[in-house]
């Protein structure tokens, strides 16, 4: 459900609230302006296209996305990857890209893909996220000291040429950078200053000082871009063409995805602090029209920001009316206050990033992943923290989980158990049809688990260490929830290769779903047509028959419990009718 229509059906637009969401809107408008400013030009974009990319998404996103307390707007996640498509492709390159992955986003929405993106495993998270902090923070070197140009395409390279450039560093842009990075930190706990955002107030302090001793060498917004236009956008459509949109559709696929990863877990953060319950497929819907919309007038991608989201909820929003303010208090700032902006030094968003990094690094949760979680995710972390650092994001999120995919098949394949039963253990089943022991020659192997690619290995070992042939094996299939193809094929296999030996296979106790697959593969016709049963007893009675102890008796006890299982069935199906769905 749409968040607006929802907050408005739980009476959350009622005037009570209007004081709450307008007092949280401002504040997180205030925050969102230097971060705004920050994303963008680390992005490769001016500053003023970070704001409007916080305006145009925060207002899209509050009104038609599925969480009513998200703020959306750049992130620090996606300064990596819009870095990379702005210097390859240029401004108008990214615009059409984050176009397209608005198109993705919508369409991912519509096919409730919400749920699918969930099971992205943490380990692969933290990992990228992890890369991520460490790429900005190192980006962020040569604004914070003031060094001159750096070269180099790849991490190692820029890393080492900052090392070699790092005596040349500027003593006033250091400086204001260390001050503006020290205000951040240290003014929640300074009384009278807790109140007041950390990275607004670092922002205005080394402006301020900016702007009264005009410090030599310090590079601003105005020497930098020329200032921030004292307007809003302008509707403009970019050049698509059909080349365009081939040569673009892999860095737009990788917005789509990292924007739906960040609005999801953003959501998440939002429920556990607030109580709510998002949806997840409206949020990437919401997310999808505020990417569409966001380069129609000069913005770039965007997705939910959690530290933005985070601060709304802690300062009273309770609605989309608070990023609905939020979004207006921006387009004010931009209104009134724009001139200001061109004193602003790049080394106090500089060090705004620096902070962004080192939350989204998550050190402590990292270094608690590594020295607690499992050996083989530790190892998946660690991959998937060194690709992303050193080679590509989409490379590193694409091998982290398909990693974790092969590390979850393993373990359902090991957790799966296909071994023989002893007559201990079908001691009570035995007893209740008057024996004591199974018949002679009959051994019986049961298949616990699902039986699926993974798992064919061990059922074959465990076939393999029948030494002696019985006459008939009995396979119970109860605790087998479903097969795949590969499991039905290797089941086919063993059975004609066992008849071919001259065992006879019985099947038994299947559910409804895998006994149709058995159906439909043409497993059951490989058997004889009646050595197919619903329950275990009746199997036994059957063994019994063909083995030839007490023929008569035997197949007295096969029809009596055939007519018995005949009817348990139909009542199921009569209650299973009659149940409320």
């Known amino acids: 459900m749409i968040a607006l229509h929802e907050a408005y059906r739980a009476g959350l637009l009622h005037r009570k609230y209007w004081a709450s969401n307008l007092v949280s809107g401002l504040i997180v408008g205030v925050v969102a302006l230097p971060l705004a400013m920050a994303f963008a030009i680390a992005s490769g974009v001016k500053p003023e296209q970070g704001l409007y990319t916080a305006i145009i998404a925060g207002l899209l996103v509050s009104v038609f996305g599925g969480t009513r307390l998200q703020i959306a707007g750049p992130t620090g996640a996606f300064i990596v990857i819009l870095a990379t498509i702005a210097a390859k492709h240029g401004v108008d390159g990214l615009q059409i890209a984050t176009l397209m992955a608005g198109v993705m986003l919508l369409l991912m929405g519509f096919a409730k893909m919400g749920v699918v993106i969930k099971f992205i495993p943490a380990p692969v998270i933290v990992g990228f996220t992890a890369g991520i902090g460490v790429i900005i923070w190192v980006g962020q070197w040569k604004d914070f000291f003031g060094l001159p140009k750096i070269a180099g395409e790849h991490f190692h390279e820029k890393f080492l040429h900052l090392i070699e450039?790092?005596?040349?560093?500027?003593?006033?842009?250091?400086?204001?950078?260390?001050?503006?990075?020290?205000?951040?930190?240290?003014?929640?706990?300074?009384?009278?200053?807790?109140?007041?955002?950390?990275?607004?107030?670092?922002?205005?302090?080394?402006?301020?000082?900016?702007?009264?001793?005009?410090?030599?060498?310090?590079?601003?917004?105005?020497?930098?871009?020329?200032?921030i236009p004292q307007t809003l956008p302008a509707f403009a459509l970019p050049s698509v063409t059909l080349a365009r949109v081939i040569e673009l559709i892999g860095p737009a696929f990788t917005i789509a995805m990292l924007g739906a990863i960040e609005s999801l877990l953003s959501a998440v953060v939002a429920d556990g602090m607030a109580g709510t319950r998002h949806d997840s497929n409206q949020e990437l819907i919401g997310q999808g029209i505020a990417n569409i919309a966001a380069p129609l007038f000069g913005g770039f991608a965007a997705t939910g920001a959690i530290a933005r989201t985070a601060t709304n909820i802690r300062n009273g929003g309770t609605s989309p009316l608070a990023g609905i303010i939020h979004a207006i208090t921006l387009v004010l700032i931009i209104l009134i206050l724009a001139p200001l902006a061109a004193s602003i030094p790049l080394a106090a968003l500089a060090a705004i990033l620096f902070v962004v990094a080192y939350n989204m690094s998550e050190m402590k949760h990292f270094a608690h992943m590594v020295r607690r979680a499992p050996q083989a995710d530790v190892a998946i972390l660690l991959i998937t923290f060194g690709l992303t650092v050193f080679t590509d994001l989409v490379v590193a999120v694409n091998i982290g989980v398909i990693l974790a995919t092969l590390q979850f098949l393993r373990r359902m394949a090991s957790s799966v158990e296909v071994q023989q039963v002893a007559e201990k253990e079908l001691e009570m089943e035995l007893t209740y049809q008057g024996l004591t022991t199974l018949p002679p020659g009959v051994l019986v192997y049961a298949i616990d688990g699902p039986f699926f690619f993974g798992a064919v290995e061990n059922f074959e070992q465990t076939l393999a260490q029948t030494h002696t042939d019985p006459r008939i094996l009995v396979i119970r299939l109860r605790r087998v929830p479903f097969m795949d193809i590969t499991g039905l094929q290797t089941l086919e296999e063993a059975i004609l290769n066992l008849e071919a030996r001259g065992i006879r296979i019985i099947l038994c106790e299947a559910n409804e779903r895998v006994r149709e697959k058995l159906d439909k593969t043409g497993i059951l016709a490989a058997i004889e047509p009646e050595d197919y049963f619903n329950d275990f007893a009746t199997a036994i009675v059957r063994c019994n028959l063909l083995v030839g102890t007490n023929p008569k008796i035997a197949q007295e006890k096969q029809a009596v419990l055939s007519e018995y299982a005949e009817g348990m069935l139909k009542t199921s199906e009569i209650y299973l009718r009659g149940r409320p769905q």
């Open 165 to 227: 450039v790092l005596p040349q560093l500027q003593l006033a842009t250091t400086a204001l950078a260390v001050l503006s990075l020290l205000l951040i930190t240290l003014s929640p706990r300074i009384r009278g200053l807790k109140h007041i955002p950390g990275p607004l107030l670092a922002m205005v302090v080394a402006t301020a000082l900016q702007s009264i001793f005009k410090f030599d060498g310090v590079e601003t917004i105005g020497s930098a871009f020329g200032g």
